[in-house]
């Protein structure tokens, strides 16, 4: 008879130096806080098990319930992925997928097959009667073969991925511990909104995004397709309206193919009237004639154009016949027509033909008639099947209006912490609160600032409120005022947000601290097989530094292997701030295969010491080094990886051989070490 199963809560402080450190020393969710616990728990890695219960497997997002068995499960030369005959239609495609991820992660050819589970094989079934899973948990199963059994395909593809990550932390990516998971999510939506309007973002970058999220359980992936920087869907019957840089209808077929491999919606949004620059470029007859709605006080709204003339004919028939030639571009259930940041009331008040059309339509407001247009847009969508949704704006900010969108909108709040309010009068809502949850790296330049999220406090802190009607929670990732930068700088900033809505957005267990949180998450990695991951730093401690400021401010070298951000090492400061190069030495604990290392920059909005040249050694006795790697980081804030041809080594040291500003400080918010993939490129011979 089986044990009782334990629903993993967050524990109290008192209890969590109790708790394992699970497959290679990665932190938990009952992870213990103690240095020498983690040391004994990394030593598991290779020494054999002991007879106690196996810990919940580390896991992100972390594993609802877990109820420890004994001993592994183990993959082999002969593993195979079992569908029943009776569900080969319904699972082929998440079986080839789980085959191939399986495969490139294993280094062995795994086939999908039928028949009756041996030792070492994998089973999935979606003919789970457990309705509590809903439609996007599972239950993992893991004893002699290993079993994902779900309600739906969803949820058996999300037991895959947790398959994945188990097998990724463990040095021969074989074992998994025997035990049975029980998992699903505390939200509907968990959800991240790109803007590439402002942005053109390739095809390769969306496609990566979509594996990520899959990979982190992130379900909807909502693509700001229109802003004043471009229109990016490319029409047949408005030809030159699309920016040159835009997605054909081939490209997002081929887009909404991947996602749908990956369980991920891509909902579309064409955002309406505002924000209409490029509309307005293509046919001039459809801008305001008013200056006041014209232009507008946010970036690009200077320029003109910005809000479409809907008071015109003219205007309302252009936008029908495009949405008409859109939606049925995508799958989604859910198509976005935006709706934000038109003028304020001083501005549509002192716009004559707005005001004139108000009174022609008897409106009590100028906001009526944008209501009034965005209930026309619903019906036009609810037309094709789909429901509508739009960010909230007509009632923020003293704006008035007498009538209200249509209560079958799904509405994007974003103004407040707490979505509650528009959920109480019906509306169905995915909250984004801009003061959580919006990525804006153009604008904030340390953690707290608008557009910065302050991860610590978003984890650790906020509640994330789900009362009736809200659907659940997105990260808003917006370009302005950075449009130039990087895919890979704008990465930065997201990461952090989205891995924490992974987390909390599911519901598991939460670590003792956010930088527990981002350790395991960095051990973890993501879904690529043959990325170096991070070498945990609960066993690691600086051996030395040249020099540390420790009296002005803390900055002391061993804030470099805290996980934590917003602390940083800084060379001193008096009596005579010595020239670079500065230096730290660090023991990793034990010899481990490295492959490379991270360099984050200070965190707290100051550009000084910043690295420039640096020199990277590893050493096998902390006395003889040998050079793997030289060379000069950008002059920014994002985090710096460098990778080296994989060596093994005890010992690292980190030389900052000069400061962007060529001053005589060096800094360091963190250094990851990265410890070499378990499995080399290539395909194992059985």
Request: net charge neutral; hydrophobic share 35%.
């Amino acid at each position: 008879m089986k044990g009782p199963t334990s629903r993993i809560g967050r524990p109290h402080r008192a209890t969590r130096a109790l708790a394992a450190l699970a497959l290679g020393a990665l932190l938990v969710p009952l992870a213990a806080t103690s240095p020498s616990l983690a040391a004994a728990a990394d030593a598991q890695v290779s020494t054999p098990r002991t007879h106690k219960v196996n810990p919940a497997p580390a896991v992100l997002p972390s594993l609802r319930e877990w109820q420890g068995g004994r001993g592994d499960w183990r993959l082999t030369d002969g593993t195979r992925i079992l569908v029943s005959r009776a569900e080969a239609g319904e699972l082929k495609e998440t079986a080839r997928t789980f085959a191939t991820d399986l495969s490139a992660l294993s280094g062995r050819t795994i086939p999908v097959a039928t028949g009756s589970a041996r030792r070492g094989d994998v089973v999935l079934t979606a003919r789970s009667n457990d309705r509590g899973l809903g439609t996007e948990g599972y239950r993992l199963t893991s004893s002699a073969s290993l079993t994902i059994e779900a309600p739906t395909r969803t949820g058996v593809f999300y037991g895959t991925q947790t398959v994945q990550q188990i097998l990724k932390t463990d040095p021969e990516r074989t074992r998994i511990a025997k035990g049975t998971a029980r998992d699903w999510p505390r939200m509907g939506q968990r959800a991240q909104m790109l803007d590439v309007g402002r942005k053109y973002y390739p095809m390769t970058y969306l496609k990566s995004q979509i594996r990520q999220m899959a990979w982190q359980k992130l379900n909807t992936f909502h693509l700001h397709l229109t802003d004043w920087r471009g229109f990016r869907i490319q029409t047949e019957r408005f030809p030159g309206l699309a920016a040159k840089e835009s997605y054909s209808a081939a490209d997002l077929r081929e887009l909404q193919d991947y996602a749908r491999r990956y369980h991920v919606e891509i909902i579309p949004e064409v955002d309406l009237p505002g924000h209409a620059t490029p509309i307005t470029a293509y046919d001039p007859k459809l801008r305001f004639s008013c200056e006041s709605m014209d232009k507008a006080q946010w970036p690009g709204g200077e320029l003109g154009g910005w809000t479409l003339d809907i008071t015109k004919e003219h205007t309302r028939r252009f936008v029908h016949d495009l949405l008409d030639e859109i939606i049925p571009m995508f799958d989604s259930r859910t198509f976005h027509v935006g709706g934000d940041e038109i003028g304020y009331d001083d501005a549509k008040n002192a716009c004559p033909e707005l005001v004139a059309y108000q009174k022609e339509r008897d409106f009590a407001y100028a906001g009526d008639v944008f209501v009034d247009f965005l209930n026309t847009l619903n019906r036009q969508v609810r037309s094709h099947g789909k429901t509508t949704e739009a960010w909230e704006w007509w009632n923020v900010y003293g704006q008035k209006s007498s009538i209200a969108p249509d209560k079958n909108i799904v509405i994007d709040t974003w103004v407040s912490d707490d979505p509650s309010a528009l959920a109480e009068q019906g509306y169905r809502v995915v909250a984004t609160p801009e003061q959580r949850l919006y990525v804006s790296p153009g604008f904030g330049r340390k953690p707290g600032d608008y557009g910065y999220v302050d991860v610590q406090s978003l984890y650790e802190d906020y509640t994330f409120p789900m009362p009736d009607n809200v659907s659940g929670y997105k990260v808003a990732r917006w370009s302005d005022k950075a449009e130039e930068q990087s895919p890979e700088w704008f990465d930065f900033f997201a990461r952090r947000p989205l891995q924490v809505l992974a987390e909390r957005s599911w519901g598991g267990p939460r670590s003792a601290t956010v930088w527990e949180f981002f350790a395991r998450a960095d051990a973890i990695g993501g879904p690529s097989p043959h990325e170096p991951t991070a070498l945990p730093k609960a066993r690691m401690r600086v051996t030395s530094v040249d020099s540390e400021e420790t009296s002005a401010e803390s900055g002391a070298a061993a804030n470099v292997l805290d996980d934590n951000p917003y602390t940083h090492w800084h060379t001193a400061y008096s009596p005579t701030p010595a020239e670079p190069p500065h230096e730290v030495t660090v023991d990793t604990g034990g010899r481990h295969p490295l492959a490379g290392f991270r360099y984050l920059p200070r965190q707290d909005g100051g550009a000084n010491g910043r690295v420039r040249d640096y020199e990277f050694s590893v050493s096998d006795d902390g006395q003889t080094w040998r050079t793997v790697a030289t060379g000069s980081f950008t002059d920014d804030q994002t985090e710096k990886e460098v990778t080296f041809k994989a060596t093994t080594a005890r010992h690292i040291r980190f030389r900052a051989l000069s400061a962007t500003n060529n001053g005589p400080f060096t800094s360091a918010a963190e250094l990851t070490v990265l410890r070499a993939p378990a499995v080399p490129e290539g395909k194992r011979t059985p």
